[in-house]
Every structure is written in C-alpha cells, then in structure tokens.
C-alpha cells in the first residue's frame, strides 16, 4: 500500500495500492498547469532516463527557473528538449548553440532559424565538427554574408547543399556559383538547379497554350491564367474534363463562355461554373449541380468580401448551400448574418458557422454537437459551455457525456460518475477535470484508473505532487 497520508488530512485520504505508475505520474505531473517549478525541476531528472523528453518544449508556460535548470542539467536529452522549445531568448539559445554534445547544438541551430544569434555564435556553428550541425547553420536568421560563402565551399556535400537556394544564390560570389555547379556531388548540382529555376509564364494566347507540352501548366493556365477570349473558347470545347473543369473555376473567363458549361455533361465542371462569382442568383440556380460528399472547394472570392456586410448578407441568402457555407466559414460576420445562417436549413453550413465564426452563438454550437455528436473541436470552446448539459450526463452517447463536463454548475457526484465512465475520452477528461472532489481525485491515481489526468489536474495540491515524484523514485 502507497501511502500519500502524510501530506494530507485523513479526512479526503484514499490511500493507494499496488506499484507507482510513476511514468504516468511525471507525464500528467509535467502537463500540469498549475505545476510549480519546484515540481517541473524534478522532472527534468526523470527526461534523463527516458521520459517524455519534449515536455518543456510543450508547455505553454516555463519558469525561468526551470528554463536554468534544464540549460545546466548534466543530461545531454534535458538540454536538447531545451533548445527545442520556441521563443528560447537569444542569450540561452546561444548558450546551448556551444554546448559539448552534438545533438544539443543541432537542435540550437535549428531553433537558430527564426531566433537572431550573435555573429559570434552562428560563426563557431558554421565552424562546428559536427557536419548535421553546420548543413542547419544557411537556414539561420541573421546569417553573414562571409558564413554564407563559407558554408557553400563547406568539406560536406550536405552542408554545401544547404547554402545553396533561390534566396541565397545571388548573394554567393561569382566563383562560387561556378564551383557549385561543377560540384562532384550530384546532391549539390540539384540543390543549384533548384535555385536557378525560373516560372515560365502560363501561356495566355491560344498559339502559346497550343505550343505548350506540359500538361500541368495547360491546366494551371486553364484555372487561373488571364486568357484571351480565343483560348477561352478553345478550352471550354477542350475533350478533357480537368481542362473544363478548370476553365470553368477561372474567374478571368468571360461569363458567357462559363455559362456554355453549365450544361456540361461533367458533374464537376458544372459544380464549378455554379460557384464563379460573376453569377447572379438567377444564373446560378440554374445550373443543375450535385453538391459533393467530399470537402467542399475553397472560395476566395467569398473571404474577399468579408468587409462589404451587405455584400455578404446577399451571399447569405444565396440558394447555393455552398457559397452559404463558405460565408459562415468566416471569422467575423455581422450580426445579420449570423442570425440568418444559424437558422440555415442545410447542417454542413450551420457546422462551418458554429466551428470557425467567433460571433456564433453557444445554442448553435450545441444544438449542432448534439445532432452530430460531434466535432470534438466544439465543446472546447468558450461559448458551449451553459447550465443543463448536465442532463446529457445520463445519455448513451459517449461524446454527449463528454460535452456534460462543460456544465458550469455540474455536481459533483455526476462529475465523480463520469471519472469512472466506461469511455476512455470521457473518464480521462472527467479526470482533468479541476472541479473533482479530492478524496475522488487521489483514486484516480491508482495504476490502473487515470493517473496520468489525474495527475494532471490543476486541483492536485502540490504537496501530493511532490509526493507522488517520491514514490515514483521508490518504486
């Protein structure tokens, strides 16, 4: 039997039994928000043998001294975890760039890429033993001309081919650019290729997109080139439907010869003329189109509008559940807008609405959980939690018993029920859960029941924290 008895009163005291799960301790310990440094410290120790090696480059919030701890740590696996977590200031960083083991530096260099290093310190990188450190070294923010040409006549074929992009090219000196190309490793020769390769512009004229051979650039030019109205005619005769298909989605052909296709005997080629936005109303309802199973094609028409309101209260209203969708899938609309696409006949627009719009409403996002027991992205939200989701506690569906932990004023003994639910999802949230009682809560520590959430819970004492890492190194 473990006893937790001496860090609280025996009143809440459920004791333990059976062998620590102590991986699973520090793993909930090392997520837990409310882990106070003296904890997350002592962690660090466990990452030496092993476990969970990217916790501090996971958590949201890292004391300062923690952040120490780790850079000092006689663990090469702490360190490197270390250099991995984002937003590292310039001067830790740095430090771990001169640390004595290999893959300390490398995972440095890498994180170099969106922090500026010293001169000094991206110097000693370009010059590091270590060849899987330097080929990271061009990739660096901040990096010096003279570092760039010493990298690209590296030893390393690796590291030479990494100095060499479309970005970097021009700033190589001229001898440099023609030892590269010569360069023995084929590795090198491609990496030169790719920088030296210009877009050729898509043909625009009929004679151009005749004489063109490559058929990803005859569709490319069909869905977005700005054709001349010969080649518009010729495409929308074109045998192959990806051609129409695509020709019908440019915006830049003319409306007549898109309205040609709406009677195409291609599914997808009239789909496409029925979402140009240089239809009416009136022109779109009139192409018979299918609305596919698959996801919906992207409108960026429709995102360019999102600051005309009476624009987007028009596309509301459209009779295309598509463009409909694709106005609800907006960050901000008007309060027009919202009202009239919450009450939209067609779910998949009501979904887009309560899954990307900030000014939905929470009986939206609920009432759209409910009939889809689903997506798992909506309770999660701030605007779905609302008192009486606990009567959902009781139903059969594992993923409506999950939203009834969104219930503000959710009792107890409903809470302590569902930290033992037959489902994995739930009883583990049901675990995290701060509101637990704490004699339920201890339980839950047991091997076997949820001591990784458990342990997780913001509510645990820090006492029993600093417990259970001792028990963990007992046992």
Do not use: K
């Not at 490559?214 to 518009?232: F, H, I, M, S, Y």
């Not at 192409?287 to 987007?312: H, I, K, M, S």
């Amino acid at each position: 039997m473990l006893d937790l008895s001496a860090h609280q009163p025996a009143t809440v005291w459920r004791p333990l039994s059976g062998p620590p799960p102590g991986r699973e301790w520090r793993a909930g310990l090392a997520a837990n928000p409310a882990a106070p440094a003296e904890v997350l410290c002592r962690l660090l120790d466990g990452m030496a043998e092993g476990d969970g090696p990217s916790w501090p480059a996971q958590r949201p919030e890292l004391p300062g001294r923690v952040v120490e701890a780790a850079l000092r740590h006689p663990h090469w696996r702490v360190r490197a975890a270390l250099a991995e977590r984002p937003g590292l200031s310039p001067v830790v960083l740095a430090a771990l760039a001169a640390d004595r083991e290999r893959r300390v530096r490398r995972a440095a260099a890498s994180a170099a890429h969106s922090v500026l290093l010293p001169e000094r310190t991206l110097a000693a990188l370009a010059a590091d033993r270590d060849p899987d450190t330097r080929r990271r070294v061009p990739g660096c923010a901040g990096l010096p001309e003279e570092l760039l040409v010493h990298l690209a006549q590296d030893d390393s074929p690796l590291v030479r081919a990494a100095a060499v992009a479309a970005d970097s090219w021009a700033r190589l000196p001229a001898r440099v650019r023609t030892a590269l190309r010569a360069d023995r490793d084929p590795a090198v020769r491609a990496a030169v290729q790719r920088a030296l390769r210009v877009e050729r512009p898509l043909p625009v004229t009929l004679a151009g997109y005749i004489a063109e051979s490559d058929p990803v650039r005859r569709e490319r030019t069909a869905a977005g080139a700005a054709l001349e109205r010969a080649l518009g005619e010729w495409l929308v005769l074109d045998d192959d439907p990806r051609i129409r298909r695509a020709a019908a989605g440019n915006p830049r052909l003319p409306t007549d010869l898109a309205l040609a296709l709406a009677a195409d005997p291609d599914a997808a080629v009239r789909l496409a003329v029925s979402l140009r936005p240089d239809l009416t109303e009136r022109q779109r309802s009139a192409v018979v189109y299918q609305v596919p199973d698959a996801a919906p094609p992207e409108l960026p028409w429709v995102a360019e509008r999102a600051e005309d309101p009476a624009e987007l209260l028009r596309l509301a209203r459209s009779g295309h559940p598509l463009v409909r969708r694709a106005v609800a899938a907006l960050e901000r609309l008007p309060g027009e807008v919202v009202a009239l696409l919450a009450r939209d006949p067609e779910l998949t627009v009501r979904l887009a609405l309560a899954e990307h719009c900030t000014d939905a409403p929470g009986e939206l996002l609920r009432s759209v959980y409910a009939e889809l027991l689903g997506p798992s992205s909506l309770p999660g939200l701030e605007r779905f939690a609302a008192p009486g989701l606990a009567r959902w506690a009781e139903r059969p569906e594992p993923a409506l018993r999950l939203a009834a932990l969104r219930d503000p004023e959710l009792a107890p003994e409903v809470l302590a029920r569902l930290a033992e639910d037959a489902d994995e999802t739930v009883a583990r949230a049901a675990a995290g859960d701060p509101r637990l009682p704490l004699d339920v809560l201890l339980g839950l520590l047991e091997p076997g029941a949820q001591p990784v959430a458990a342990a997780a819970n913001p509510a645990l004492p820090v006492p029993f924290m600093l417990r259970l890492l001792e028990l963990a190194a007992e046992g």
